[in-house]
């Protein structure tokens, strides 16, 4: 049966081998920071008085009864105290106070007056870099805040803005690290577009290749890789940040966890974790007042939603009086004529014209198709006045099988000519205008059928005036259902609560 990574840990405290102990015993004090036993055998594992004290504060912090965690720190003067402490020290730069927390593991700080960027050694802070004090984080989260996660308090020990950038553009993201009560280590990092993310570092560290990270339950795929910096820092971090290296960021993803993996020349960090609602993260940091600007947020989108779902029926129904409007328009008047007529084809013998030469056209034309149609007087009607809407309405019936095929002409008492409508179909069609006429006198309604079409078509024609034009109505009904849609659109799917 394998060994689990403690089990594999203790084994190696018995044999002696202390240095892979300890490095067995970080990594599961990673990923759970109040393992009691872990907390004590780390303890027992380590080099000096200085490096024990933390782990049996935790542990009693843990385990307040733990008698032999208490006897063993008053055994080397560390006191029985599990609550946090911090410490000040002072800027080597401008001698501004710098505030640390020794007991959470801090490694470097930021002064807060000058922006030094300090490495915390024995008794002593060295300046590694400088950044600008006054560049903060775009979300309201600062060093010292806390908040609960997982039932366990975590106190907010830094912040750090990251640049990455590619051939293309650059981007950037706020990460901030997390300490909790236990001494588990997180980061929460923040983008306009991922939103929130809050991930523990992985320990043992998995291997990690170009294309993807290897945990023990399978493999994460990378979906992004990309170089970065650091361009701004505040508070403190259990780490040395390489503020003067660009380092690699690698982003993978398996199922609903999240991974990133940070690569310098010296290292590799990997860390893992869950996307969080925003919700989530403010409750969490208990603050009300982001709450409550949620809350507003939501209603003003549900009133948004409404008022956009209210236009929208206005303009639908808008929309139906319109269409009710063109049968309106479309009933009144008058019937000025009828006629019932049969087209029967002739003998088609009429010659296609032989195509012209290339240099008659321009464009360099090389032949020209011409179809052989028939003309056929469909109707004639006296049109009286040129201020009234006139239309024609005619329905088309083919005598035989296969493709009719019609253009239909308004001839006027001057001689001009205007299409009307064409119509191609199989059995029957419906075809109707409405126009005003440009003069008075008797108006012809002419057909021309393709030579293809069967040999009998059969018309039934009338025409009236006196209605109102209908195409007003028809192009507010289209505009007005349009909008609709798209206020529909605007106002979201699902309900509204």
């Known amino acids: 049966m394998e060994l689990s990574p403690l089990d594999r840990a203790l084994t190696a405290a018995r044999r002696g081998h202390h240095e892979a102990a300890r490095q067995l015993l970080d990594g599961v004090l990673a990923s759970d920071g109040a393992n009691e036993e872990a907390l004590l055998w780390r303890a027992r594992v380590s080099e000096t ?7 049996l504060q935790r542990a009693l912090a843990v385990n307040p009864e733990n008698r032999w965690a208490a006897d063993q720190l008053a055994a080397i003067g560390g006191g029985a105290a599990p609550q946090p402490t911090s410490d000040t020290l002072q800027c080597p730069s401008c001698g501004g106070s710098v505030e640390v927390h020794p007991e959470r593991g801090a490694k470097a700080a930021v002064c807060t007056y000058c922006g030094s960027v300090l490495e915390l050694t024995a008794g002593q802070a060295d300046i590694i870099g400088q950044m600008d004090p006054k560049v903060g984080p775009d979300q309201p989260i600062r060093p010292g805040d806390e908040a609960v996660f997982e039932g366990e308090n975590h106190l907010v020990m830094g912040w750090m803005r990251y640049e990455g950038w590619d051939d293309e553009d650059r981007w950037r993201w706020d990460e901030w690290q997390l300490v909790s009560d236990s001494g588990t280590p997180r980061y929460l990092s923040w983008s306009g577009d991922e939103g929130w993310t809050l991930q523990t570092p992985i320990r043992p560290t998995p291997k990690v290749t170009r294309t993807g990270i290897k945990l023990e339950k399978g493999r994460a795929t990378i979906k992004e890789t990309s170089p970065a910096r650091i361009k701004a820092m505040q508070g403190e971090f259990t780490f040395r940040p390489q503020i003067d290296q660009t380092l690699r960021v690698m982003e993978a993803q398996r199922g609903n966890q999240h991974y990133s993996a940070e690569l310098t020349a010296d290292e590799i960090e990997v860390v893992g974790g869950p996307r969080i609602a925003e919700r989530e993260l403010w409750e969490a940091f208990g603050r009300e007042d982001k709450l409550r600007e949620m809350d507003e947020r ?41 006629a019932s007529a049969e087209f029967v084809a002739q003998e088609r013998s009429t010659p296609v014209p032989e195509a012209p030469a290339p240099s008659t056209f321009s464009g360099n034309i090389e032949r020209v198709d011409t179809e052989v ?35 239909l002409y308004l001839l006027t008492p001057s001689g001009a000519s205007y299409f009307i ?9 419906s075809r ?22 069967p040999e009998r078509v059969s018309f039934s024609t009338s025409v009236r005036r006196g209605m109102w034009e209908p195409g007003a109505f028809a192009a507010a009904f289209a505009l007005a259902g349009m909008l609709g849609v798209v206020l529909f659109l605007a106002g979201g799917f699902g309900r509204i609560d």
């Open 432 to 453: 109707s205008r409405a126009f005003r006429a440009e003069e008075t006198g008797e108006h012809t309604l002419q057909a021309w059928v393709r030579d293809t079409s």
């Open 49 to 55: 008085d200085a490096e024990r004290a933390p782990f």
């Open 421 to 429: 409508d064409t119509a191609v179909f199989s059995g029957s069609t």
């Open 298 to 338: 939501a209603e003003k989108r549900r009133q948004r939603r409404k008022s956009l779902r209210r236009a929208a029926l206005f303009c639908f129904a808008a929309a139906a009086l319109y269409f009710l409007g063109i049968g309106w328009a479309a009933s009144k008047g008058e019937t000025v004529a009828t």
């Open 373 to 407: 149609r028939e003309p056929f007087d469909v109707l004639t009607f006296d049109a009286t006045s040129t201020d009234e809407t006139y239309e024609i309405e005619t329905d088309i019936q083919s005598g035989g099988s296969g493709s009719t095929d019609i253009e």
